[in-house]
């Protein structure tokens, strides 16, 4: 029980944490770009009672988990954006999706330089502080970069949209009613069907872990951490 209790202590702060960042600054760059609609619904907020869903935050992840998948994914409320109120919409937007991963990118910079920091740490909460530093580097990365991949909802598929040429945009942004179902597809349903006839179809998992290594030694890097 006690491994348990230390488990989402080291794991759920961060999390809620980076979520919380992504989805305020959303609404934030939003605001500042012309469109108050987060702004006036009180979801350009740190508080992350206004960004959790219910289902996509804490039950999706819980039975992928559960169930093993090769990839582990979420979401958050997303945060309403009315794009046709930004200053230039099209431009706008772009700036809107990025605000999310870069914010994540932000956290997961501070994390890496708190290492440093970790000797003036008292003794007693110097594992727990690490432990919390360690899984926030990681959860931000993971969020920035599972969060660009080009299909919409996720912020990658709203960049594309934004810089595509109008026809490919168009077709682009068709698929969002359909975004939740093509990530299931890709990321848990079609290497399941690959296991059963002995193929690895893991290929979207396996981009991204590579990407997410990438960030991750350039992060620490960067940071004096090597």
Do not use: C
Request: hydrophobic share 55%; net charge positive; aromatic share 8%.
């Amino acid at each position: 029980m006690n491994i348990s209790l230390y488990g989402l202590s080291v794991w759920v702060l961060p999390l809620i944490i980076a979520i919380t960042f992504h989805e305020a600054a959303h609404g934030f760059v939003a605001h500042r770009l012309g469109d108050d609609t987060a702004w006036k619904l009180g979801r350009v907020s740190f508080n992350p009672l206004k960004h959790i869903d219910p289902f996509g935050t804490i039950i999706l992840p819980g039975m992928l988990l559960l169930a093993h998948s090769p990839f582990l994914f979420g979401y958050a409320k997303p945060v309403p954006v009315n794009f046709r109120n930004l200053n230039h919409p099209r431009l706008d937007m772009v700036w809107v999706a990025l605000a999310g991963p870069v914010t994540n990118i932000i956290l997961a910079t501070a994390a890496a330089l708190a290492f440093h920091a970790l000797p003036l740490a008292p003794a007693s909460a110097a594992q727990w502080t690490f432990d919390n530093l360690k899984n926030a580097f990681l959860i931000n990365i993971v969020l920035a970069i599972f969060n660009m991949m080009p299909i919409p909802p996720l912020d990658g598929g709203r960049v594309a949209v934004g810089l595509l040429p109008r026809p490919l945009a168009m077709a682009l942004a068709r698929l969002e009613p359909y975004g939740m179902l093509i990530l299931i597809g890709l990321l848990i349903v079609l290497p399941a069907i690959g296991a059963q006839l002995g193929l690895n179809l893991d290929v979207i998992s396996a981009i991204l872990r590579t990407l997410i290594g990438y960030v991750m030694k350039a992060l620490l890097v960067i940071t004096g951490n090597t």
